[in-house]
């Protein structure tokens, strides 16, 4: 049949074809489209590789591409540990089940791990590296962002950090660099890779080393994407100088370093994210979005074709062989980047001040929390105490089943989970000397 019409149209013309006046108006049209949308929609990575029995930290893999990513991996027979606000949220526990079902893979993990708490941030790390042997680790994939849409007041994390630059930059810095240990002592044949998301908004940035938390200038609630494409220029800056920093390390076995850090532009995508974005947080805004979303269709990626570049970079053999910190883009490596990318010494100045700013406000943090703790003690009337002191009284808050576990433990001389090196500054707030040398080992 199709070669019939063909040979008519070759001796008769186009205009034997069913409906010609129709195509010849329209065709070029739909081709048109189809081709913006063929070009939109980005390269796909076209390298495999074996992922049974590797093991990845992931975060921000409930939604968007994160979500897709962990599919592919888990798809692949990765084990995967996805790091989530709470565990405690039961669409998180259907979500785990329905992505178990969905991969044949049982290997998929939640663990809690609040990027807009520091805090949080090192109890995941410290129950990490606690364990013994250490965990096997093939690799960390960052996808977890904010965006905070235009129009909006300033929003902070626990510890007072603007959320942007909280959770896109200072929570994955914290990640990465309390999870150190676990990466340098990961055997020397592993091909350990660490994945950053970046974006092109990193264009817009605005470093400035001795304001990282961006407190001396005010904060552009018309224009929010100054912050986030400054937590992804620093994220950038971040990954240049702990790469330096792990190549510098010499391991024990004397192997050379088995790490590479690399950011991903996975490109516009329609994501949760985008979508908060472009609605700008409103209704109506959300009803805009919803009447352009052929637009959207055609303009911006899904999240299979985000994720291209990401399972380029953790499958291509040619990363191990690399030094990291390169930017990757339509499954290449882009070599135009900001100039920032290129100077070593400020790198150096951001990431050492960095450490100090979330020193001195993981310090700041366990005071309050002390205090807070010392508070609602001093408020227990004497029949809650007495409840709560009482370890053959059923507890009635998961605290107060912490506090009684401590206490059973405390009692057979096991060491209590408060006693865990969580924050140096925790220890030292009571014992300064002492705890701080004990402590100050593991951390
Ligand atoms: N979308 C784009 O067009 C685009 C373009 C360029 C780069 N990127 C980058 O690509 C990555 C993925 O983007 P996306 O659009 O797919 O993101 P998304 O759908 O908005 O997902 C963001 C993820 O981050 C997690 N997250 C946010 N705050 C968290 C917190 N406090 N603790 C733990 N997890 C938290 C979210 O968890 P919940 O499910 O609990 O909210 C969610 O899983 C981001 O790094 C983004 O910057 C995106």
Redesign the pocket.
Known sequence: MPIDIISRVLYDGPEVIPGWEYVKVYGPVVAGLGALKYYCGGTTNTWERDMHGKVFIV????????ARLVYELATKGAQIIM???STEDAWVVDYIEEMRESTNNGMIYAEEC???SLHSIRLFATKWLDNQPPRRLDGVLC????SIPIGKAKQVTKEGIERQLG??YFAHFHLLTLLGPSLRVQPPDRDVRVLL?T?ASLALAEIDATDLLWENRRYPSKQPWKLYGTSKLLLGLFAREYQRQLMEYERKDKAVCNVRINLI?????R????RRFLSMGSVWGLILYVLMWPFWFLVLKSGVQGVQSFIFALSAPIFIKLTGGNVIQECKIVTKVRKEMDDEELQKAVFQNTETIIATLEKQAAIQRKRNEKASEAKMSTKEKERREDVLVKPETPEELEYKLNKLRSQIGISTSSGMPLFPGDSVLSQPAKSKKKTGKKN
């Open positions: 975060t921000g893999g409930t939604s968007g591409m994160g790091l989530v606000r609040d990027l807009a996808c977890a962002a904010e959770i896109n998301a974006c532009n996975p490109g516009l995508m994501t949760p994210s985008t």
